[in-house]
Structures are given as C-alpha cells and as structure tokens.
C-alpha cells in the first residue's frame, strides 16, 4: 500500500519556467491537499480539492494553479516559477472533511535561481 | 490574521523521562486540533487530536490537554524514546477544509 506518492522528490528550476507536481494516492479518498513548507515554519495550504473535478483556493494560492481530473491524483502547477515559490511542497489525502488524519506524502523539495 | 504559535521552539529531554509540548492558539471559533510528528525528510504523521468539547484525551503513550479559557494545547509524551526526535506541529481547523498550523517545536531526546 502506496499512500501518498509525490513526484519528483527534487528539482532546480529557472525564474520563469514551468512545472507541475504530482500527487497520487491509492486509498480512494476524496479529499486532497496541497502544502507549501517554508523553513522554520509550518504548512500552510495552497489549494485543495473535495473531489474529483473539483478544486479550491486555500490560504496562499497565488502563483499555482491545480486540478483534479481524477480521484486519484492532484496537480500542482507553477506557470512561471518565482525565488520565493523556493520550499518544500507536500501532498496529503482525507477521507473525509473535518478530520485531521490527513496522510502525507513525503514532500518534493523546489529550488527556483 | 487568526494564528496557532508554539511557546518553545527546542525541547530537549533525557530519554525515558516525560515530554510536554505546549500551544497557544488565537481563533476561538475553533472546535478541533490535531498534533503532528514530522520526522526530518518525511511528511507530517498524526498523532492525536481533539475536539474542543473535550479537555483530555489519550492514546499510546500521548495525551492532549486542552484548555479553552486560555487557548492553550499541550502534547505529553510518556517515557521519551529516542524514536520520538521530530518536529511537534499544532494545528486547528477552524473550518471543513483548512488547517493552520503552529511553528513547530524540535524534540531533542539526549541519551
């Protein structure tokens, strides 16, 4: 059993290029997240999804963007990578709302020059 | 903005003795907290949690305090083992989707 999968675990990009990373999870929830962790500091949420086909702004979105085309996985994408979108991005799935057993995946580590 | 903080941001502790973990929050409009283990290189593991029409509960070899008048959370952890070094992360969900989530206190065990 999988969990959460993030990929990749690692990446360099250039000021002003593209990326997106995935998230999948093989536990049939239906809810799923996506974190930004700054150093020293704890996560805080990008967007999030309640189910399949949807998507939603959380506390710090801009700059991403996100979908959900399928159950299982969730995309983050960064259209034009800043410095300051430099962090650690987690991925994490619910079962349900109003529960903070949310499972983590392990994190994909961004650098943007 | 409404906000979760943690009052020490190290605690070191001699293995086997206990470990308590403090939180102060802000939003009152919070019914629910949860405790965090984030292991350095991992993704956060849930610990515990808690509802805010509960001022105790317990699981294997934790417990959560919560108290309400002062906003305050605290994590026990029963004889330390060197297993527990992590980061601590509070969090409260002051809504279905959201969580916000403290600064995080280190768990330092010294042998």
């Known amino acids: 059993n999988a969990g959460v999968t993030q990929t990749p675990k690692f990446r360099v990009l250039k000021t002003g290029q593209s990326m997106t990373l995935l998230c999948a999870q093989d536990?049939?929830?239906?809810?799923m997240y996506w974190y930004r962790q700054d150093p020293g500091m704890g996560l805080r949420l990008i967007h999030y999804s309640v189910g399949e086909g949807t998507t939603a702004k959380g506390e710090v979105p801009d700059g991403y963007n996100v979908s959900r085309l399928k159950k299982q996985n969730f995309l983050l994408g960064l259209e034009s990578a800043a410095p300051s979108q430099t962090s650690v991005y987690f991925c994490?799935?619910?079962?349900?709302?109003?529960?903070?057993?949310?499972?983590f995946g392990q994190g994909t580590r961004l650098t943007v020059v | 903005g409404e906000s979760v903080g943690l009052h020490l941001p190290t605690l070191s502790v001699q293995e086997g003795d206990n470990s308590i973990i403090n939180c102060a929050y802000s939003?009152?409009?919070?019914?629910?907290f949860i405790w965090y283990k984030q292991e350095s290189g991992k993704g956060p593991q849930f610990i515990i949690d808690i509802r805010s029409n509960m001022d105790k509960r317990q699981g294997q070899r934790v417990t959560v305090l919560l108290n309400k008048t002062v906003k305050h959370l605290s994590l026990q952890i029963a004889a330390t083992q060197p297993g527990d070094s992590a980061v601590y992360f509070c969090a409260e969900n002051p809504d279905n989707y959201q969580l916000i989530w403290g600064a995080g206190t280190k768990l330092i065990i010294k042998p």
């Open positions: 939003n009152s409009a919070s019914d629910y």
């Open positions: 994490a799935s619910s079962y349900g709302s109003r529960t903070g057993e949310a499972f």
């Open positions: 536990m049939n929830h239906e809810y």
